[in-house]
């Protein structure tokens, strides 16, 4: 008996240290089971269930990753969809992880189909819907057929020009405050200075969202600490170790990887703890206002338009679960804005002759600034600029959707099948994936010509060529916005904070790269990725920044 008992705790410390040993191996037999099972369905379903027809495509290069690490990895991966589209036609099939795959359409009719098709007939992904509820609720960006109709239409209001012209000097104000902190700066530089302009854009994008969105200053651009600032500036720094990477993309399937206290994890933990004590104390002051205690305001951020309008129905058009859920449209509108104007500084910077050209045009406006209808349709220049900066830079660089049921799919130019016949349409299976490569079609020779790849403003005034790219719906023939009944519903809010802030950078500074016109630009990886100055160890755009007399 006593040694039995003696011998318990050696057995236990035994028992503890072959569980410690054996566990990450009974976590990869685990995953290596998943696999084989994951990709046995897929093989049987491409083998016996798929009515889609069968395509070409590159080879498959991985049997764990297919073909995405060698598109995501790649400098430029619209160029790499180019050349399959070239060798494979307009229709081909491209390998994913787990024996899965998907077809990429690179065609103008066929990419129209789809996209009126959305929500109904192609959907997200069961993984990306999880991964969606998990990050930000059950808001528009998650929902699909009817809820995301409903959804969509009580959002609408909050997007019109009418509330977006209400709007227009939030985006002036968080454009000169910066300003100050600038001036300050050059001030001391003798009116020179080398200045990481991506991490204001970042700032001006967060305190305007804010104001706009949810009637909140984050004071990003005073300097100001606080869990949004924070979290919003590890989005952009981004966590690339491999196991952030690895949960990031294993989450979905193996949920409790997200309970794992990686630094991404926490990060959206503390995001989604954060615009919740926002949303609560939005809802608090519109209960407060309508209970007439603390005085009726006129309400212009976009989530207390919604907590009004819910409030003020019998029959309510949104859940409050739903509203608090819009949440995502801070990281939506965060992301894709100060994205799009960093890449608007780099190309500028890299044709001075056209940041001049834009100085120029601007140079009417001396004490004032241009008016949202000016900002809209009286600067043909600022548009041209704007559209071009969409064009060549999408902050999406693609949609992947899946069938909920069959469809045939029209083709303006002919597709090849496996067999070399020529269709001039595709059926496709229920349960196929599809993908639309929004930089594919925004920068391909086939619609741009043969300086596709170039920053041309002058292509989208009277006299620029864009007749055969006139074919892409889209806004203004680009699907950066997407298409159909998803379109970005913020399209209008996104357009005029980039020219109202662009306006005022233009109008009061000169920028210039750290190396001249020829300083190399790479991606940084992030939620989206970013351009940095190659050499930097973050998202970094220093530029050099002069102020104008």
């Known amino acids: ?79 790499v969809y180019e050349g399959w589209a070239k060798e494979y036609g307009p229709a081909f099939k491209v390998a994913g992880g787990f024996g899965s795959s998907r077809i990429l359409i690179c065609d103008p009719r066929a990419n129209a189909h789809f996209y009126s098709k959305e929500t109904f007939g192609y959907v997200q992904t069961k993984l990306s819907r999880v991964f969606i509820e998990n990050l930000f609720g059950r808001g528009l960006l998650w929902a699909e057929g009817e809820s995301h109709r409903r959804q969509r239409k009580a959002l609408s209001p909050a997007f019109s020009n ?52 949810f009637g909140h200053d984050f004071h990003a651009l005073d300097g100001k600490e606080s869990a949004v600032v924070d979290v919003f500036d590890s989005f952009a720094s981004g966590d690339t170790s491999l196991l952030s990477h690895f949960v990031f993309l294993m989450g ?187 930089r594919y079609m925004n920068r391909a020779e086939a619609f741009w010509g043969p300086n596709a790849k170039d920053f041309e403003p002058e292509r989208w005034l009277d006299g620029g060529d864009i007749a055969k790219a006139k074919e892409i719906q889209g806004h203004r023939h680009i699907l950066t916005f997407s298409d159909g009944p998803r379109t970005c519903l913020g399209k209008s809010f996104a357009l005029a904070e980039f020219k109202a802030v662009l306006s005022v950078l233009i109008r009061n500074y000169s920028f210039e790269l750290p190396d001249g016109p020829d300083t190399k630009i790479e991606k940084h990886p992030s939620i989206l990725p970013r351009p940095k100055v190659a050499g930097q160890v973050g998202p970094n755009a220093p530029m050099r920044v002069k102020r104008l007399e």
């Open 252 to 438: 979905p399937v193996l949920p409790i990887l997200q309970k794992l206290p990686t630094k991404q994890n926490l990060t959206f933990r503390k995001l989604r703890a954060t615009m919740r004590s926002i949303a609560d104390e939005l809802l608090e002051r519109n209960r407060r206002e309508k209970a007439g205690k603390g005085g009726v305001s006129e309400e212009k951020s976009i989530i207390g338009l919604l907590i009004k309008a819910e409030m003020s129905t019998s029959s309510l058009i949104m859940s409050q679960e739903e509203i608090l859920a819009q949440n995502v449209l801070l990281l939506a509108g965060y992301e894709t804005t100060s994205i799009s104007l960093t890449w608007a500084l780099i190309e500028l910077c890299r044709k001075p002759e056209k940041q001049q050209k834009l100085r120029e045009e601007l140079a009417q406006f001396i004490g004032s600034d241009p008016s949202f209808d000016q900002l809209s349709t009286g600067l043909p220049y600022l548009d041209a600029i704007t559209q071009e900066v969409l064009r060549l830079h999408p902050p999406v660089h693609e949609t992947t959707r899946v069938a909920t049921e069959d469809d045939i799919m029209p083709f303006a130019a002919p597709i090849i099948t496996t067999s070399g016949e020529r269709r001039s349409s595709l059926i496709i299976g229920k349960g196929t994936v599809i993908t639309s490569p929004i």
């Open 1 to 79: 008996m006593n040694a039995t008992a003696s011998a318990a705790p050696q057995l236990l410390i035994f028992i503890n240290l072959v569980d410690w040993i054996y566990a990450p191996l009974y976590l990869c037999f685990s995953l290596a089971a998943l696999w084989v099972l994951i990709t046995a369905v897929n093989t049987f379903i491409s083998i016996v269930g798929d009515k889609t027809t069968a395509l070409n495509g590159p080879p498959n290069l991985s049997l764990f990753f297919g073909l995405y690490r060698h598109i995501n990895e790649s400098e430029d991966p619209g160029l």
């Open 162 to 213: 009418a509330a977006i012209r209400k709007l227009t000097l939030v985006f002036y104000d968080a454009a000169y405050k910066m300003k100050v902190n600038w001036d300050t700066t050059l001030e001391a530089g003798s009116g020179s200075a080398i200045i990481d302009v991506q991490t204001w854009m970042n700032h001006i994008s967060l305190d305007a969202i804010g104001i706009a969105g």
